[in-house]
């Protein structure tokens, strides 16, 4: 099932991503552990999509990070959704383990990001 197939924007996929997290997270009575997982993996596709086809109406980087951080502090659950996606990931472990300090982590991580966007 594609929970966010009938969404346009990050606005409307998290009003449906709240909507459906209510009925299907696990604690719920009528949860469902790995739809539950399957709806946050959709989201965080759906999130990422949205916002790599968003980069293209900015003329620079530097606009295009102005944007997403407008967005992230507007939507701090998203933010969380997409790091708890990253602190799964191996590649995203080795990279903190390369570092002394978890400020040279964030420092680094930071730098890392805006090379990938």
């Known amino acids: 099932m594609n929970y966010f197939k009938?969404?346009?924007?990050?606005?409307?996929?998290?009003?449906?991503y709240k909507k459906?997290?209510?009925k299907l997270h696990?604690?719920?009575p009528t949860g469902d552990k790995?739809?539950?997982?399957?709806m946050e993996e959709q989201y965080r596709l759906f999130l990422a999509t949205s916002l790599n086809e968003k980069q293209k109406d900015?003329?620079?980087?530097?606009?295009?990070?102005?944007?997403?951080?407008?967005?992230f502090m507007d939507n701090p659950e998203l933010l969380q959704?997409?790091?708890n996606s990253l602190t799964e990931s191996t590649?995203?472990?080795?990279?903190?383990?390369k570092n002394a300090s978890i400020i040279d982590a964030g420092i680094n991580f930071y730098q890392?990001?805006?090379?990938k966007i």
């Open 6 to 16: 009938d969404c346009n924007t990050p606005e409307e996929a998290k009003i449906l």
């Open 20 to 22: 459906q997290a209510k």
């Open 26 to 28: 696990p604690d719920m």
């Open 34 to 38: 790995v739809k539950f997982q399957e």
């Open 58 to 71: 900015f003329s620079n980087k530097a606009q295009y990070m102005n944007y997403l951080e407008t967005f």
């Open 81 to 83: 959704t997409i790091l």
């Open 91 to 97: 590649a995203f472990k080795n990279f903190i383990k």
């Open 112 to 115: 890392f990001l805006k090379q």
